[in-house]
């Protein structure tokens, strides 16, 4: 069973727009967040994380929401470039692991001039 | 400013080959972990290594085994390769829990 979902396989928006990527959680244990940007035929680049003693975290044109209650968080990008076209995996890591990560399988965003 | 680096970058296999990724860091980071991403799967770990001398199974382990052979190494070996193990392999370090992990470029694995 999936412990981390990203339901939106793809998402389209035009140069300049907010594009939102959405990311659900079921495990109740993690308590760490992150975003990666992936590029094809390249390795996943960090982008973002939020502690979850946190609900929101900004760097730049990115911020990631987090809401506990719901079990979801969503990265935000404003304004979205054509060089943010890539896919996009949300990831969690849980209270006592190593760090090990938990992927979901990925928003492919396509941003149009 | 080399980060993870992982070798080779493409293999193609027979069935029944058996073959190691290498995978170094230069960043002195404790942890290190192996992951493939499979199309449409997201990424899934395979083995990880919280310090120098441990290793651990993730979900996906069955196939594989790992050596971290020093702080800055950390191997993937598959003893008799399979069909299915056909992927893109990627090796990650982080320095402690709740921090990100940096990943390697990746190995396009072919088995046939």
């Known amino acids: 069973d999936q412990q981390v979902k990203q339901n939106s396989p793809s998402l389209s928006v035009q140069e300049g727009r907010i594009s939102i990527l959405n990311c659900d959680y079921t495990?109740?244990?993690?308590?760490?967040f992150l975003w990666y940007k992936k590029y094809p035929a390249e390795g996943p680049t960090f982008l973002i994380s939020?502690?979850?003693?946190?609900d929101k975290n900004e760097d730049g044109r990115f911020t990631v929401f987090l809401n506990k209650s719901a079990k979801h968080l969503s990265l935000h990008i404003v304004p979205s470039q054509p060089g943010d076209s890539a896919v996009y995996f949300c990831?969690?890591?849980?209270?006592?692991?190593?760090?090990?990560?938990?992927f979901g399988k990925g928003t492919k965003l396509s941003v149009k001039p | 400013n080399a980060g993870v680096t992982q070798t080779p970058k493409f293999q193609v296999l027979k069935t029944g080959q058996s073959m190691t990724l290498q995978c170094a860091q230069d960043?002195?980071?404790?942890?290190m972990y192996w992951y493939r991403q499979d199309p449409g799967m997201g990424l899934r770990l395979i083995y990880y290594?919280?310090?120098?001398?441990?290793?651990d199974k993730g979900e996906v382990p069955n196939g594989y085994n790992v050596s971290r052979l020093n702080k800055r190494e950390f191997s993937l070996r598959l003893e008799s390769a399979a069909p299915s193990q056909t992927s893109v392999y990627f090796c990650?370090?982080?320095?402690?829990?709740?921090?990100?992990?940096?990943f390697g470029q990746g190995t396009r694995l072919t088995v046939v």
């Open positions: 990650a370090s982080s320095a402690t829990k709740n921090t990100e992990a940096f």
């Open positions: 495990n109740s244990m993690f308590d760490y």
């Open positions: 939020i502690s979850s003693i946190k």
């Open positions: 990831a969690a890591s849980a209270i006592g692991s190593q760090g090990n990560l938990i």
């Open positions: 960043m002195n980071h404790n942890s």
């Open positions: 290594s919280a310090s120098e001398g441990t290793t």
